[in-house]
T-cell receptor, first 117, second 116 residues
Framework: NAGVMQNPRHLVRRRGQEARLRCSPMKGHSHVYWYRQLPEEGLKFMVY????????ESGMPKERFSAEFPKEGPSILRIQQVVRGDSAAYFC???????????????FGPGTRLLVL | AQKVTQAQTEISVVEKEDVTLDCVYE???????LFWYKQPPSGELVFLIR??????QNEISGRYSWNFQKSTSSFNFTITASQVVDSAVYFCALSPRGSTLGRLYFGRGTQLTVWP
């Protein structure tokens, strides 16, 4: 049973470049969540997606950030024109259907460490 | 408001000591889930336990035990006979069932260091 896969594990970008972070959920999971962990802080929710739908993006900055979970392929978190403050660990989690007992648990990937120079 | 407070930023113990990590939460939702996750030095997040708001039974899993007390809005985590491999950051998280269905609210974590 493969867990949640994230790639790349480490990403270095210069200010102004774009960063694309990928997340493949666990097999059978249709819900994907992205969280950001800034240095010395806990994890903050960014966005919750189902296949082809954004369910809740209230935690995502209004500008430069976008997320998608297409019908085929991984979920993508995209950061345009990165700035130094975007340097953080970005975690993806997945769960099966909500509201069905065991389905409430979110399982996390290993994270992508983004460093903006 | 949804909030999780882990007042202990860092705890250091010597191997074989017992240690309790505190977690206090706030929510107006009557139905919610509580979680503990472990983040070892390698950086990944490992799920430890989920508890729903209707189940106040304490749980034990090997050296780990959890004490859920709705009256004090606490969900504390105890490691018995700690080991060096327990050294990690531990996060408590809340998942309300209301309008923010789906998201986890995390505390800031407690860094546990177990010395040999």
């Amino acid at each position: 049973n493969a867990g949640v896969m994230q790639n790349p594990r480490h990403l270095v970008r210069r200010r102004g470049q774009e960063a694309r972070l990928r997340c493949s959920p666990m097999k059978g999971h249709s819900h994907v969540y992205w969280y950001r962990q800034l240095p010395e802080e806990g994890l903050k929710f960014m966005v919750y997606l189902q296949k082809e739908n954004i369910i809740d993006e209230s935690g995502m900055p209004k500008e430069r950030f976008s997320a998608e979970f297409p019908k085929e392929g991984p979920s993508i978190l995209r950061i345009q024109q990165v700035v130094r403050g975007d340097s953080a660990a970005y975690f993806c989690a997945s769960s099966p259907l909500l509201g069905q007992g065991e389905a409430e648990t979110q399982y996390f990937g290993p994270g992508t460490r983004l460093l903006v120079l | 408001a949804q909030k999780v407070t882990q007042a202990q930023t860092e705890i250091s113990v010597v191997e074989k000591e017992d240690v309790t990590l505190d977690c206090v939460y706030e929510t107006r939702d009557t139905t919610y889930y509580l979680f503990w996750y472990k983040q070892p030095p390698s950086g990944e997040l490992v799920f430890l336990i989920r508890r729903n708001s209707f189940d106040e039974q304490n749980e034990i899993s090997g050296r780990y035990s959890w004490n859920f007390q709705k009256s004090t809005s606490s969900f504390n985590f105890t490691i018995t006979a700690s080991q060096v491999v327990d050294s990690a950051v531990y996060f408590c998280a809340l998942s309300p069932r209301g309008s923010t269905l789906g998201r986890l609210y995390f505390g800031r974590g407690t860094q546990l260091t177990v010395w040999p």
